[in-house]
Nanobody, 121 residues
Framework: QVHVVESGGGLVQAGGSLGLSCAAS????????MRWYRQRPDQERELVAG???????NYLESVKGRFTISRDNAKNTIDLQMHSLKPEDTGVYFC???????????????WGQGTQVTVSS
């Protein structure tokens, strides 16, 4: 069984900073792409930032220059450092990881439960 757990989040004023962490654990053979999504109120879930095993990153245009994703392959974790936060960054942030549980298994995307980020104006 695989678990993906987010931590961090909370309430911050506009212009402030916040960090999120995500850890994958359990029966893991390998992890490919790991990423953060968010779901803002009354909007569809969107990809915020992603990172490959090799460290290649991609970002949602609106967070470029403000958010930084990083990864520790040895610990199966990713972090998201968020700066210059805006009220429109408010939402539930989800971690997702593409995981193989054995050498022969297919890659399956595992999701965390989400963590709330609220940016007040």
């Amino acid at each position: 069984q695989v678990h993906v757990v987010e931590s961090g989040g909370g309430l911050v004023q506009a212009g402030g900073s916040l960090g999120l962490s995500c850890a994958a654990s359990g029966s893991i053979f390998s992890i490919d792409y790991m990423r953060w999504y968010r779901q803002r109120p009354d909007q569809e879930r969107e990809l915020v930032a992603g990172i490959t095993t090799g460290g290649s990153t991609n970002y949602l245009e609106s967070v470029k220059g403000r958010f930084t994703i990083s990864r520790d392959n040895a610990k199966n974790t990713i972090d998201l450092q968020m700066h210059s936060l805006k009220p429109e960054d408010t939402g539930v942030y989800f971690c997702a990881a593409d995981i193989k549980t054995t050498v022969d298994s297919i890659v399956f995307t595992h999701w965390g439960q989400g963590t709330q980020v609220t940016v007040s104006s």
